[in-house]
């Protein structure tokens, strides 16, 4: 039995992430990412999962480490920069190219984001990365972010024990210190693409330990992206996919904002409706 004490400081471990606006509709789902949780956001290539997870760290400010084993390091700052002047990506990319990167780096000085470019991290790496942030800060990150997950080299020869592996870490690490990991993954690329994958699409069998999963997809034609909450352990979820709320997508900014559907009305005999 835990004291009352005790139960406190564990309780304050498991507080709500920071709100940002743009997933006003997936709090209202009652999907809310908490301290000290696994939370795994997954998606086909191109659903526009490592730019969004960009933006949700930017918007929330908080300390961060971002394992960026996934995209190098001029794409990442190119994004970073996009989201804070409102140029599009390709614009930051040439500045820094042409000899405005001071520019751009003033920019970008103040975001809370330490990065780590290493294509292929073990879990060593991992762990010797956030004790170098603990020696310089003298406190944990709030968000911890692994993308992705095949890229975390498990030092075994079975893909599928080590995939396991790195996922019961990284739970223990999040339980342990109340940090909040978000592990990106891959959908296999089965259905409709612009549309979230159910969570049977997971690649490696890697739906047991997370206590929240997302499922995400990008429709560049009407620039929507889409979450679907495909797992959460203490809430509502719908492991097809089918149930999703959706975010205004800018894929040429990085930049993503509240959804607000158009509004139809007709009118008839005098009186209007609307839907």
Not at 23 to 36: E, I, W
Request: proline letters at 4%.
């Amino acid at each position: 039995m835990l004291s009352s004490a005790r139960s406190l400081f564990r309780a304050s471990k498991t507080a709500e992430l920071p709100r940002v606006a743009s997933l006003r509709d997936l709090y209202k789902s009652g999907v809310t990412p908490r301290a000290g949780q696994l939370v795994m956001i997954f998606g086909q290539t191109g659903s526009g999962k490592s730019t969004f997870i960009l933006h949700y760290l930017n918007e929330m400010n908080v300390p961060s480490i971002l394992y960026s084993a996934d995209t190098d390091a001029q794409d990442s700052i190119s994004r970073l920069g996009a989201m804070r002047t409102g140029w599009t990506v390709d614009q930051v990319s040439d500045a820094i190219s042409n000899g405005a990167a001071d520019y751009i780096s003033d920019q970008v000085y103040d975001s809370k984001i330490q990065w780590c470019w290493d294509s292929s991290p073990t879990l060593q790496d991992i762990v010797d990365e956030l004790d170098a942030y603990v020696e310089l800060n003298d406190a944990y990150p709030r968000v911890i972010v692994v993308d992705n997950l095949m890229n975390v080299e498990a030092e075994t020869d079975d893909e599928q024990g080590g995939l396991r592996l790195v996922l019961k870490e990284l739970h223990r690490l999040a339980h342990e210190t109340g940090i909040t990991v978000f592990l990106l993954h891959h959908a296999r690329e089965e259905g409709d693409p612009l549309l979230p994958s159910g969570r049977d699409k997971l690649k490696g069998k890697a739906s047991e330990l997370p206590e929240v999963i997302l499922s995400v997809s990008l429709d560049q034609v009407r620039q929507l992206f889409h979450i679907a909450a495909v797992k959460v352990r203490s809430g509502k979820s719908d492991p097809t996919g089918n149930t999703y709320v959706s975010l205004k997508a800018d894929p040429a900014r990085a930049m993503f904002s509240a959804y607000d559907p158009p509004q139809y009305s007709v009118s008839y005999q005098g009186r209007t409706e609307s839907w």
